[in-house]
């Protein structure tokens, strides 16, 4: 909640104040995955289409991304300015004069590359947040040219940290160590000493500071080298330059001075311990990037394709890989910049799938007996369901092993496919017509409705956690008055070890009246009103299952380009790989458990049209019962 000092600190009026919370709230589910953040702007989709029609070429896809174009094109107003000529001509010959279509969307794409059309959402953005008309007027353009800004400053470079941090680094101010001024704010003008910068940045108006948001679009690439160990193989000899990455012994070329120079070697504790011997093959790389944390897939990619080289040109008889744990970082000098290992554990992801009962995975007692449940129904089972269920449970562990984002992102594939196989006749009324692909049109008309309840159940986590963290926040700060008295925190279990979810949903009322912002009112209030309101819960309900389709689709296209060996961009990959290990744990979740409480004599034909028919009969009954009151009956 630290936005919330933002907002006492400047004073912003209601639009601007909307502004930063929708882009600190949408980059947050960005970093979680989440269903709710949107990959699709015109630049992203441009991309996508030219992708699919110069590589792919698939109906299906190109179907669906139309329907996308079409929708952008009517809320986009700087399409409506700009572009409409050129994005009408895509839509209409797309899925039929192909050829041409994909001439006019590379002829579009070179108008709103390289920061052009990020410049241009910022231009809208400025516009729009200092007009005369009120929030309420300009909220839905406001939404989507927001979602629109993050993918451009995805597509530009920029990891998910980064971007979180530029909102705070425009509104940032300065701090004075040892007489020496130090800002975060992006863009400073030549000034002559720290007394100019103190002055200039004092008398920064908010205009100014959001004017600042396209200074990032203008940055330049920064060039590093990255060094890293090589398992596998060994040899003098070595010393292979192929393209930017050079793979070598030490004993043979030195390519950094600080590897053999005892000195700077303290700047660098890695060597020390041991990581970077003086026997090893080292692998470098030299590579271009606006953001250092945003480059790995990148690094990965041409890496894996130097030793595709290798394994051709040598006799190799044994497995070769880069180790990534552990890296040095050089700048373009080949001076030390810095060094770093991998974070394979993200707390985010790991709340993503928590049950209605908080302390589950501190309960020794449930996990005993879920292992005891899987070694009497699964291990001990040799029936043809419990080994497909045992199989998809091996490709979902090589899927989290895996360090190359295809391998995880096939193996992921691998796990939700094994639980589809199923012989089994689905009827038309289930299954999307237009899928010819008769696996894929199991999984994506089916598996949406198999995890529906756990996506229904992490939504209102979700909303704890915002509020929970609010309460916090505001407790602990001097620029704003508690909102809620002890007494009603303490029901709804504010600030607490002992959680339960359905207290907190019981007790919701108690928040009534109780938002900061705008954005509470939109998105999280939202929510707690479709607790009592059957028709809103039916759009959501809509809303999810659709993303969920939409998100399968985008899924199954990286899975055939890369069953395909077909080059493809990588900039929204791990985003999707996140989605689909998500999806992976969810099905196996509600597989598994049907197949205890059947003690491991049930098919798995008889697990997936059962829940689905059970969870088509619950959406069907919220017609006419109300969530709360469904809640109330998990217990």
């Not at 597509?155 to 979180?164: L, N």
């Not at 606006?290 to 480059?295: E, N």
């Not at 077909?566 to 985003?575: L, M």
Request: net charge negative; aromatic share 14%; glycine share 2%.
């Amino acid at each position: 909640m630290e936005f919330l000092n933002i907002f006492s600190e400047f004073k912003l009026d209601s639009k601007v104040e909307y502004f930063v919370s929708y882009y600190l709230y949408k980059i947050d589910l960005y970093k979680k995955s989440s269903l709710k953040f949107s990959i699709f702007n015109l630049h992203s989709i441009i991309k996508i289409i030219i992708e699919e029609l110069s590589k792919n070429n698939i109906n299906r896809n190109l179907k669906f991304l139309q329907e996308k174009l079409i929708y952008i094109s009517k809320v986009d107003n700087i399409i409506m300015q700009n572009y409409k000529y050129k994005v009408n001509e895509i839509i209409n010959n797309m899925t039929s004069n192909k050829k041409y279509a994909l001439i006019v969307a590379n002829n579009l794409l070179s108008n709103i590359n390289n920061g052009k059309y990020a410049k241009e959402t910022c231009y809208r953005i400025e516009k729009i947040l200092f007009s005369s008309k009120v929030l309420k007027d300009i909220k839905d353009e406001l939404n989507y040219l927001t979602d629109s800004l993050i993918v451009e400053y995805i597509i530009y470079g920029y990891g998910k940290e980064e971007i979180e941090k530029i909102i705070y680094n425009v509104f940032s101010k300065y701090s004075i160590y040892d007489k020496h001024v130090e800002t975060n704010f992006p863009v400073l003008p030549k000034l002559n000493n720290d007394n100019e910068i103190t002055n200039y940045i004092d008398n920064l108006t908010v205009k100014n500071r959001i004017e600042a948001l396209k200074s990032y679009f203008e940055k330049k690439s920064n060039k590093f080298y990255y060094l890293f160990n090589i398992k596998g193989i060994v040899g003098d000899f070595l010393d292979i330059h192929l393209n930017n990455v050079d793979i070598y012994n030490w004993k043979v070329a030195h390519k950094f001075d600080i590897e053999i120079d005892k000195d700077a070697r303290k700047m660098a504790p890695t060597y020390e311990y041991g990581k970077f011997e003086k026997s090893d093959i080292h692998c470098s790389i030299y590579i271009e990037s606006i953001d250092r944390d945003g480059i790995f897939e990148k690094i990965r990619q041409e890496l894996d394709q130097a030793l595709d080289i290798l394994y051709t040109y040598h006799n190799i008889k044994c497995k070769i890989e880069i180790d990534y744990s552990r890296y040095i970082v050089f700048d373009e000098n080949k001076n030390y910049a810095g060094e770093g290992m991998t974070r394979n554990y993200d707390e985010d992801f790991k709340r993503d799938v928590t049950p209605l009962d908080y302390n589950y995975n501190d309960n020794m007692h449930e996990l005993s007996k879920n292992y005891n449940n899987y070694s009497n129904y699964i291990l001990k089972n040799h029936s043809e369901s419990a080994q497909l269920i045992k199989n998809s449970i091996r490709y979902y562990r090589k899927a989290k092993e895996a360090t190359r984002n295809e391998d995880k992102l096939l193996n992921y594939w691998i796990c939700i496919e094994n639980i589809f196989t199923i012989d089994i006749d689905i009827p038309d009324s289930i299954l999307d017509k237009n899928e010819r692909d008769s696996k894929f049109n199991k999984i994506f008309s089916i598996a949406p409705y198999l995890i529906f309840q756990i996506e229904l159940i992490n939504m209102y986590w979700e909303v704890y956690y915002y509020f929970n963290k609010n309460y916090i926040y505001t407790k602990n700060s001097k620029n704003y008055e508690d909102i809620l008295d002890e007494e009603s925190a303490k029901i709804l279990q504010f600030n607490s070890e002992n959680i339960n979810l359905l207290e907190f949903i019981k007790n919701y009322e108690l928040l009534d009246n109780k938002y900061l912002l705008e954005l509470d009112q939109d998105i999280y209030k939202k929510y707690l009103e479709v607790l009592n309101n059957s028709s809103q819960l039916q759009y959501h309900i809509k809303e999810y299952i659709d993303s969920e389709k939409e998100t399968l689709l985008l899924l199954y296209r990286y899975r055939n380009m890369i069953v395909h060996n077909a080059q493809y961009d990588i900039t929204f990959i791990e985003f999707y790989i996140k989605q689909l290990e998500l999806l992976a744990i969810r099905l196996l979740k509600v597989i598994t458990e049907e197949f205890y409480k059947n003690e491991g004599k049930i098919s798995l034909e008889n697990i997936i049209i059962n829940k689905y028919i059970n969870q088509k009969q619950i959406i069907k009954d919220f017609d006419k019962m109300i969530l709360k009151d469904w809640f109330q009956k998990q217990k």
